[in-house]
């Protein structure tokens, strides 16, 4: 079982508007309990989480995870609305975010290590357009994708925005081109075959190619970032003594992995969310 993490002295005043519910996991999280607190629309749980971010002050030890940009702002203008305290930065913040800072932290501390940036979306798809562009000139080996998918359909965006979800799967579940391979023949699937070659093709001409060497997607950003916190000694974060997940419902495994990195001896994790009201399915969230 965890240890608790050190308990805060937290300030009275924003737990005294919350109901006895409330208050009871406020001061659970506070004394260093990891919790789960599940409710529907209107129970309180943001607001619950607000006020053990109020309750903490100026205290820099405590982290707010939002599944999106939009509801990190929210968050973060409504703790800046409550005026108790001034903090040196917003305290929430996307998964995708935390993750880019702690492989940056790791960057500017090697001489040789390039910075990392988030791959847009748009410069992912010209990847694939002209990979897959490459599969239909003449000299190239005939493509091994099965009759189901010619090459009128993998021309499509549509296409490639399927091949790209499949692929942010993959890094989430930790499925590489081999074990793709593996899951066709379980699963009997040809297309998978073929995507596992074209998976294997694209990491290896993104890795080789100087402008996207460093270049990540969202789940390659969260995947790096979890490796980087289990292998390093001091770990990044390491000081983090209080991880608040506003809307958990929506993280998505490798928002789990990065929680479980972040989590151990003298870090607490506390989610808010309801399962009924999960939204995020579509970029790989798992009520």
Known sequence: MQQPAPSAV???????????????????????????????????KTRTAAAIVQA????????????SRQRAAEFNAGLAAAGRTVRSGPVARTPAALAFAVLTERALRDPEARLPRLLSGSEEDRIFAELLAGERTPEAPSAPWPATIPAETRALRGFRTELRD??????????????????????GRAEWHAAADFFRTYTTVKAATFRYGQAFDSSELLARAAEQLRAETPAPLASVRWVIVDDAQD????????????????????GFGDPATAVHGFRGGVP
């Open 10 to 44: 937290p300030d009275p005043a924003p737990l005294a508007a919350l109901d006895p519910q409330q208050r009871a996991v406020a001061h659970a999280v506070l004394g260093g309990r990891d919790a789960l607190v599940i409710g529907g629309p209107g129970t309180g």
């Open 56 to 67: 903490l002050g100026a205290d820099d030890r405590v982290l707010v995870l939002c599944a």
């Open 166 to 187: 499949l692929f942010m799967r993959c890094t989430e579940y930790d499925v590489g081109p081999e074990r793709l391979h593996q899951l066709a023949d379980l699963t």
């Open 251 to 270: 993280a998505t495994p490798a928002t789990a992995q990065l929680l479980a990195a972040l989590s151990g001896p003298g870090c607490a994790v506390a």
